[in-house]
């Protein structure tokens, strides 16, 4: 028996949505699955589906809709015109680093005189510092213009103003009630600005003001705009969508230099580059210059002319990326270890463990604590923070991360009076305080935690986009879900369930045997199942059980041929119980059968062997399973072969048999 790690959460689906699908897919000329998503993503109409599947440059928002920007571009020509010194105020993740870096190129078209700066993150911390802006006065820039940051500078901006600086805030985060007195603001999140899509990154709002800057949309930028983007996990809908698709398309057809040197290091290709490449290859190695370095070398990678420098910057990123790897995966194992304990602690003092998994350590980096964070998130499913802690003045420094259903920023706004600072929303928040509150945060929010959330709150949750049949995977069909790409956050990839299906063939697979790789369906009509990490589950199934199977269809090529396939989520697999388990002797019987046979197809023998010897299939079956894994038999795609001189093991040494007795007798024992 296999049971399903996750909750699925099947997508309803009624008669209303099945006649818009059916004609969708007339319509547009689309499979029917494909009609079936667009429908489920909210795309009844032929003009909103056609915008989601092929809007162009034509659906942008007109730059001017966001408040603050006609005075922001009124501003940059007095710039202009007096000849006056522009600085770009940018942040040190991906998002900050592409914002910057495209009104580096920006600017440079627009003969500004201008230059860039990031705080470096272990020095001087997130935001405008006053230290910061007493240099920029000091260098005599008279513009300063944030990017993804800024929004909350209200005392920054106020010293800025008294040393003759102006500034423009260029943000997306959430604004607070007092807003700074800058000479102009541009965030769509703003109480008075109507712009219609608020999901815009720090680097899209950067592209808007771009736009108004140049009286065009810079297209040629938008491979920036995607990294920042997709980075940053904004939705992909929108202008994000339109943005992002541009942005893919531009680097795979006439890559920048940057681009090229960071595909080079990663070993991406950029002809086939997704947004899961830049979400899981390029995004991870910009953001570690921030992390562990400083994220200037990002920016000059982004914004050089000169291969050279670019391609040793993206050697020098990758470098950085598998350091931080290096330095995340020591602090995962110090941070389980000491979880454990707190579980150990718990179960021999007779308490209940902790709902909030809360941990810290001095020489933590907290560069990558956010990291850790998802990565023990991923393990047990529990709201989790984790905090660097300064030896000396003991002040704590932490990043959260939490699970469906769990407000992370309503519960530290209940902890607040523990909190020096904090900031964030549901999923995810940054915070500080003293070590002395720590033991009292932890108390406070697992008291939240187990408040608020209900057991089903505890185990993840697989939204399931629609259930489908082996005759929905067709080549076709998959190919054509590409129409919906990109996906990412908002946009995700679809996931189906295939309830039912007979198991045509599994086997281990890959270094070690740690991969799985199954077979659905019967006769010609097969879908191949790829898990990675799942080995172990070959030795739990047979080959003829059903199982119900969760996954993202897909295409593999090899050697010039396209076959589908589904990349494994989760799957349950329950077998029919034998309600008489096979005696020693029958066992025995089978396999003198099978060494008098030596080989033969697979086809029809469990059949053929119970009927001569008085079983039922599934009961054969079950012994060819335990044969093989006893390697007594070879199984060889769709045939057996007898091994002529096996070593001899006993049955009760199989993992197939001890669990179908176990079953058996359980089944038994209650009916």
């Not at 491979?223 to 992002?244: F, H, W």
């Not at 390029?282 to 670019?310: F, I, K, Q, S």
């Not at 902790?354 to 998130?377: F, M």
């Not at 295409?555 to 020693?584: C, T, V």
Request: hydrophobic letters at 40%.
């Amino acid at each position: 028996m296999i049971h399903r790690k996750t909750r699925w959460d099947v997508a309803p689906w009624a008669d209303p949505e099945e006649r818009d699908a059916s004609r969708l897919s007339e319509e547009i000329g689309l499979p029917p699955l494909v009609a079936k998503l667009l429908v489920q993503r909210g795309f009844r109409e032929q003009s909103s589906a056609r915008q989601f599947l092929y809007g162009g440059e034509e659906h942008l928002h007109d730059p001017y809709l966001l408040h603050g920007m006609k005075v922001a571009v009124k501003r940059f020509q007095s710039a202009i015109e007096n000849g006056e010194k522009v600085r770009i105020y940018g942040d040190y993740d991906a998002d900050g680093v592409s914002s910057t870096s495209l009104l580096v190129h920006v600017f440079r078209e627009m003969k500004l005189d201008f230059d860039y700066y990031i705080p470096h993150r272990a020095i001087e911390g997130y935001g405008l510092n006053n230290d910061a802006i007493t240099k920029a006065a000091d260098a005599g820039v008279k513009l300063l213009v944030t990017v993804d940051t800024g929004i909350s500078a209200y005392t920054q901006v106020e010293y800025a103003n008294s040393l003759g600086i102006d500034v423009i805030v260029t943000d997306h985060h959430e604004p607070p009630e007092v807003l700074p007195n800058a000479c102009a603001i541009i965030n769509p999140k703003q109480a008075h600005c109507n712009y219609p899509f608020k999901g815009l990154a720090g680097v899209g709002v950067a592209f808007k003001l771009a736009s108004a800057l140049l009286d065009r949309p810079p297209l040629e930028f938008t491979d920036i705009v995607s990294l920042g983007t997709i980075a940053d996990l904004m939705p992909l809908a929108d202008e994000n969508r339109i943005l992002v698709r541009y942005g893919l398309d531009r680097i795979r057809s006439d890559a920048s230099i940057g681009f090229r040197a960071l595909a080079e290091v990663t070993g991406i290709e950029l002809e086939s580059i997704t947004s899961s490449s830049i979400a899981f290859g390029m995004g991870p190695r910009v953001n570690a210059a921030g992390r562990l370095d400083h994220a200037r070398r990002a920016v000059e990678m982004l914004t050089t002319p000169d291969y050279d420098v670019a391609i040793l910057e993206a050697i020098g990123l990758d470098n950085l990326n598998k350091e931080r790897q290096r330095i995340v995966e020591t602090i995962v194992q110090e941070a389980e270890e000491r979880w454990q304990a707190k579980l150990q602690i718990a179960a021999t003092s007779g308490n209940d463990s902790p709902a909030v998994i809360l941990l810290g350590a001095e020489g933590w980096n907290v560069g990558v604590i956010g990291i850790v964070a998802s990565k023990l998130l991923e393990r047990h499913y529990k709201p989790v923070i984790i905090f660097g802690i300064d030896e000396k003045t003991g002040k704590c420094k932490g990043s959260a991360r939490s699970i469906e259903g769990f407000d992370l920023h309503a519960a530290l706004t209940r902890c607040e009076d523990l909190l020096d600072h904090y900031g964030g929303h549901q999923a995810a928040a940054g915070m500080t305080l003293h070590r002395d509150h720590l033991e009292q945060l932890e108390a406070r929010m697992s008291q939240l935690a187990l408040e608020w959330l209900s057991d089903d709150d505890w185990i993840p949750r697989s939204a399931i986009d629609i259930q489908c049949s082996l005759e929905d995977a067709s080549l076709e069909t998959i190919t054509q879900l590409s129409l919906l790409e990109p996906f990412g956050i908002g946009n995700r990839s679809p996931r189906f369930l295939f309830e039912g299906m007979e198991l045509a063939d599994k086997r281990a697979i890959g270094k070690e045997a740690k991969h799985l790789k199954l077979a659905l369906g019967s006769g010609r009509k097969l879908l191949d199942v790829i898990a990675f990490g799942k080995g172990e589950l070959a030795a739990t199934l047979h080959k003829g059980c059903a199982i119900d199977i969760v996954g993202e269809l897909s295409i593999n090529e090899w050697n010039g041929a396209k076959k589908p396939q589904l990349m494994l989520h989760d799957l349950h697999y329950e077998p029919a119980p034998l309600p008489i388990f096979p005696s020693r002797e029958q066992f025995g019987s089978v396999y003198q059968q099978l060494r008098r046979i030596g080989q033969a197809p697979l086809l029809g023998l469990s059949e053929r062997l119970a009927q001569q010897i008085g079983l039922t299939a599934d009961a054969v079956r079950l012994m060819l399973d335990v044969f093989e894994e006893l390697k007594f038999i070879e199984i060889t795609g769709s045939n057996f072969q007898a091994v002529p001189s096996p070593e001899k093991r006993e049955l009760t040494s199989s993992k197939h048999y001890c669990t179908a007795k176990e079953r058996t007798d359980r089944f038994n024992v209650l009916h």
